[in-house]
């Protein structure tokens, strides 16, 4: 039968090796070749017909081929430019017809291009050839020779012919690829015996090529009813096997197709399968769950059938999930929360899950039973210092599965964490009179207890505070003691065990300031001394100009001082004595920096206040160890060398040198009085109480 209509078709072209006979698409590369060899068309062949299809041998090793098509020999202009992956020929379109052509080609395993060949195209019109139509052998045709000739009808147009033989009807991979035929027939050799064969022609002219004709196939020689094929899959008494259930078979030469069977019942009196099948493959779809099937398979060709293969069978899982894997928290662990967060790994199958929590281990009694579609659960409802059981369930459609593992966590006994201390470190020396003790927040702890002691047995203490913080600055300390200190954290629950004892020593007095030893103020110089946090001038202040104590001092852009009886030798022994005015520069702000060098200021009542804890409220550590007498005898353990200066009343007289000090302080009593400082040296008490504004008082700097 002839098909009239005009049609273009597409050439497989593979990489195979051909079988011996005429024209093979691969013929045997020469023994020492360096790049691939040109096969079709011929060097300067002309009239090229539509499509132009170029073939190169395969060149050992390579897997690809660069492929270039110029109009001039030195491909300076490409028209075509592209690697070809697996295949040794390509069409090659967006040529122009009647136009000269050069082409080349280089393996991707090769340094060196092919020889450069030249084709012409065939002028375009007309119409292409008619389909050609098949003669001998007959289809189908068995116990053909192993070499034959190929007869077909002639093809109305046709100029010459291309064979194909494949064994599969797919044409890939093909036997021959043979092209240009000029007759209507073509023998071929080599064809193995017992084997199916198909084959097709297509026509060519100067227009282009038909579509290839209806194809036909033969057996070989040899070619009896089929075998009988092998189950490959699954293994025969498979179980759990998921949907959709595959069965393959192998293949069976000269079958040409296959009929598979499926039962429940190993007799196969009632079929739920029984399909005509042209593949050795069939995924099984309609399947129950918890099911045993039987399956077998036979090949069939035009000359019978096989027997059928032996029965194997299968058995479809339970379409129940997998039972769950436990993640955290780990077996045995002890949780610090009463709410923890249980969670586990994704079951296959799985569309959500039950989580069961109880307090005995046979899950009598549940404490939880939830569902949930995540892989995690919060539990509620726990009670302190409690053994807990848990496990998970997956669930879906059709049912659950089994329970995981059980494992358990503890709850913490409702108690807080035992603190760890950390600073000052175990053992440290030199530590400041008033050290900063610092411990590690604990979980569940809303307060601590914090005892410092010079006895290792804690027999005695120096400090037993209840604090919300974690860390306290441990004031009121002797500078010549070893101390010891520990911690207990707190809540309503309890407290917990002490922490580990640490010791520490302080320093002895007289430690200036870290970073500022001294400061350089109108032309003196001061030292500093460090109480505990604070940084103070260790003398006090001795700036402006000395007037005589009976006259008052003025607000006059320039400091105006007193000297003890108006000797000025005493401003440079004890400092300067200043009414309240002159002293903060006329400023009422707390904190004001007065008449004091800049990044310093007047104390605020709260610094002194400060300053007293550090000494633990003994001015006698305060005062120089030549002030006072007897129980006001000063010790200056501090450092801080208070001296008895003395002041300046009212009424410009001068009292109490050796006797008392008055410091004042930035915040106003009332509104003729300030706070200050107040030293005796008769006893070690301090105080603050208030002077009046128009005395003079003596004044120490504390840095901001």
Not at 135 to 164: E, H, I, K, R
Not at 229 to 240: C, L
Not at 265 to 272: A, E, K, N
Not at 297 to 323: C, E, H, M, Q, W
């Amino acid at each position: 039968m002839k098909y009239l209509f005009p049609v273009v078709f597409f050439i497989l072209l593979v990489f195979n090796s051909c079988k011996d006979g005429g024209n093979p698409v691969n013929p045997d590369p020469d023994p020492t070749p360096t790049a691939p060899t040109l096969l079709s068309p011929a060097d300067k062949a002309s009239d090229v017909a539509f499509p132009v299809i170029l073939t190169w041998n395969a060149f050992e090793g390579a897997s690809s081929y660069l492929l270039q098509v110029s109009i001039d020999t030195a491909f300076s202009t490409l028209v075509f430019d592209r690697t070809i992956a697996g295949a040794t020929g390509r069409l090659v379109t967006g040529l122009s017809d009647t136009t000269n052509y050069y082409w080349r080609v280089k393996a991707d395993t090769g340094t060196e291009w092919s020889a450069i060949w030249s084709f012409k195209t065939a002028p375009t019109g007309g119409s292409l050839p008619d389909v050609t139509t098949l003669l001998s052998p007959a289809d189908s045709a068995f116990n053909q020779p192993v070499s034959l000739t190929l007869f077909w009808d002639p093809s109305s147009g046709a100029v010459s012919y291309n064979l194909q033989v494949s064994e599969s009807g797919s044409f890939f991979p093909l036997v021959y690829s043979i092209t240009d035929i000029k007759g209507t027939s073509h023998q071929i050799t080599g064809l193995n015996d017992s084997t199916r064969y198909f084959w097709r022609v297509g026509a060519t002219n100067k227009r282009g090529s038909s579509v290839f004709s209806i194809p036909r196939l033969f057996y070989t020689v040899g070619t009896d009813t089929p075998g009988v094929p092998v189950p490959n899959y699954p293994a025969n008494g498979a179980t759990n096997l998921t949907f959709p259930v595959t069965l393959i078979w192998n293949i069976v030469t000269a079958a040409e197709y296959y009929i598979c069977q499926v039962s429940k019942s190993i007799t196969f009196d009632t079929l739920i399968f029984n399909e005509t099948l042209f593949s050795t493959n069939y995924q099984l779809t309609g399947l129950t769950y918890s099911t045993n099937y039987y399956w077998r398979v036979k090949s069939v060709n035009a000359i019978g059938s096989s027997d059928f293969s032996g029965v194997r069978s299968f058995t479809t899982y339970s379409g129940l999930p997998d039972a769950p894997v436990l993640s955290l928290p780990s077996n045995g662990s002890t949780m610090k929360t009463l709410t923890p967060t249980l969670s586990w790994a994704s079951a296959a199958l799985a569309s959500g899950y039950r989580v069961q929590v109880s307090a005995v281990s046979s899950f009598a009694t549940l404490l939880i039973n939830q569902t949930t579609s995540g892989i995690s659960f919060q539990a509620g409802g726990l009670t302190y210092g409690t053994t807990y059981y848990w496990r998970v369930y997956a669930t879906n459609g059709v049912g659950s599965s089994g329970p995981s593992a059980a494992w358990s966590f503890i709850t913490y006994t409702g108690l807080p964490e035992t603190p760890e201390l950390l600073s000052p470190a175990n053992g440290s020396k030199n530590q400041p009179i008033a050290p900063m003790l610092i411990w590690n927040s604990s979980y569940g702890a809303t307060g601590y207890r914090l005892q410092v002691s010079e006895s290792n047995t804690f027999a005695t203490l120096v400090v037993n505070k209840l604090v919300s913080a974690t860390s306290y600055l441990c004031a009121g300390l002797s500078f010549s003691s070893g101390y010891y200190w520990r911690v207990s954290a707190t809540n309503n629950a309890g407290s917990s065990a002490w922490s580990s004892v640490w010791n520490f020593k302080l320093v002895m007095g007289n430690i200036p300031c870290t970073g500022t030893p001294t400061v350089t103020y109108e032309g003196q110089t001061y030292n500093t001394v460090q109480m505990g946090n604070q940084c103070w001038f260790k003398e006090n202040l001795n700036v402006g100009t000395m007037i005589a104590g009976a006259i008052e001092q003025l607000n006059n852009s320039k400091p105006e001082k007193y000297c003890y009886d108006d000797i000025e030798s005493n401003c440079t022994i004890y400092g300067g004595l200043y009414q309240w005015g002159e002293a903060m520069g006329y400023s009422s702000m707390v904190g004001a920096r007065g008449i004091c060098p800049p990044g310093w200021h007047i104390p605020a009542k709260t610094d002194f206040q400060t300053l007293n804890e550090t000494v633990n409220g003994n001015g006698n550590m305060l005062k120089r160890n030549d002030q006072g007498i007897a129980l006001g005898q000063g010790t200056n353990e501090s450092g801080f060398s208070a001296l008895l200066a003395g002041g300046r009343f009212s009424d410009g007289s001068f009292q109490s040198l050796n006797n008392m000090t008055v410091l004042w302080t930035s915040e106003m009593k009332s509104a003729t009085h300030a706070d200050v400082f107040y030293l005796t040296g008769n006893y070690s008490q301090t105080a603050i109480t208030e002077y009046a504004f128009d005395s003079g008082g003596s004044l120490r700097c504390i840095k901001d």
